[in-house]
């Protein structure tokens, strides 16, 4: 072995042994990486449109970043991660209007994608807690929606359920039958608003990227 190869194998074995000092936080074992959710229209929702989000995963803490067009324009969107270890990790079919009225509520929608686990909310909580504070989630203008907020505090359950694809992003608020209003019977989330209000728009399941 001649000396430059010596040293190089000298200076990666020093490396090796520096690297647990520089890893203090997050752990080696925290999850890590990016997650990208293409988003589709609800089925029988009636909602034309699509989108795209972004979730960068560090540790505990998550960076979302979201855009998308065809919402009911000036009206606030409520918009989650959902993740239920029983769900079936994808977004809601037809099947799914178990009291075949023709739309599809969103517990109609929790066998596939769960329960809130995150709340998209512009300002504040974002825990579900904050599910339905409509006061604090994008309103769409002219039916397009941005989205972007960092630092958003997470559990190790929910990280790992987006790095490992199990997650899915629901934006809501439709207008199902196309009469320029968001109306309807009572929301089976807040019986004081109507069912077009809370029901899914555009839905994707956060797919995880490569590094
Ligand atoms: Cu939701």
Request: proline share 8%; with cysteine.
């Amino acid at each position: 072995m001649n000396k430059s190869r010596r040293l190089m194998i000298g200076l990666a074995a020093a490396a090796v042994a520096a690297a647990p000092l520089a890893l203090t936080v997050p752990s080696a074992d925290a999850d890590a990486g990016d997650a990208l959710a293409n988003l589709r229209p609800v089925a029988i929702n009636g909602v034309d449109g699509g989108g795209s989000a972004l979730v960068q995963v560090h540790g505990t803490r998550i960076d979302v970043t979201m855009g998308a067009w065809g919402l009911f324009p000036d009206f606030p969107h409520a918009a989650h991660i959902h993740f239920g270890a029983q769900a079936r990790h994808e977004c809601p079919m037809a099947s799914d209007d178990t009291d075949q009225s023709g739309t599809l509520n969103t517990t109609e929608g929790a066998p596939a994608y769960g329960p809130v686990v995150v709340s998209l909310t512009k300002t504040g909580d974002t825990s579900p807690a904050s599910t339905l504070a409509i006061d604090r989630y994008d309103t769409a203008p002219g039916g397009d929606l941005t989205y972007a907020r960092g630092h958003i505090k997470v559990s190790q359950d929910v990280a790992k359920a987006i790095t490992d694809g199990y997650a899915v992003i629901v934006i809501h608020g439709a207008d199902e039958n196309h009469d320029n209003a968001i109306d309807g019977p009572a929301s089976d989330l807040a019986p004081s608003l109507p069912s077009e209000a809370t029901d899914p728009a555009l839905c994707g399941s956060l797919v995880p990227q490569q590094p």
